[in-house]
């Protein structure tokens, strides 16, 4: 894992990122602008010296209001398996996703899952997809 500190303009949102819309960052703007970005932004080189943000978009779009001009980035592996998932757990953690990004996240959390395990039950993969993400099967099940 390598801390890289990179121009927000060089980084691409993920087209098949959680999230259809960052919506409005100004008020996670203002307390950037106050404590600084207290997390960094996951990324994994997408060529020609840009790079595509695996979690932390709506950060790198407040970063890009305000002017700054260097965050600090996590280097990502993009070969490894557990990037998708770390992207995924991010966002579903998220108390702000709406019921089609959150349905989607766990449908593609649920399908890596099943990538890894082979053929599974349903009840087993919810579970898996809870266990992930710190929640229950049945909240799982509520949004599929």
């Known amino acids: 894992m390598q801390l890289l500190y990179l121009n927000p303009q060089s980084l691409d949102a993920d087209p098949d990122g959680v999230r259809d819309d960052p919506g409005d960052v100004s008020g996670l703007a203002a307390t950037i602008a106050e404590q600084g970005l207290l997390q960094p932004l996951g990324v994994v080189p997408s060529g020609g010296g840009r790079y ?12 890009v209001q305000l002017g700054l001009e260097k965050v600090p980035c996590i280097l990502l592996d993009p070969e490894d398996p557990t990037t998708l998932l770390q992207q995924l757990t991010e966002n579903v953690q998220r108390q702000n996703l709406n019921d089609i990004e959150q349905a989607r996240a766990f449908a593609r959390l649920r399908g890596h899952i099943q990538e890894q395990r082979g ?26």
Do not use: P
Request: without cysteine; charged residues 35%; glycine residues 14%.
């Open 52 to 63: 595509r943000v695996v979690y932390g978009n709506r950060r790198r779009a407040a970063a």
């Open 119 to 144: 053929k599974v039950g349903e009840g087993e993969l919810d579970e898996a997809t809870g266990k992930a993400v710190g929640l229950a099967a049945r909240t799982v099940r509520r949004y599929l």
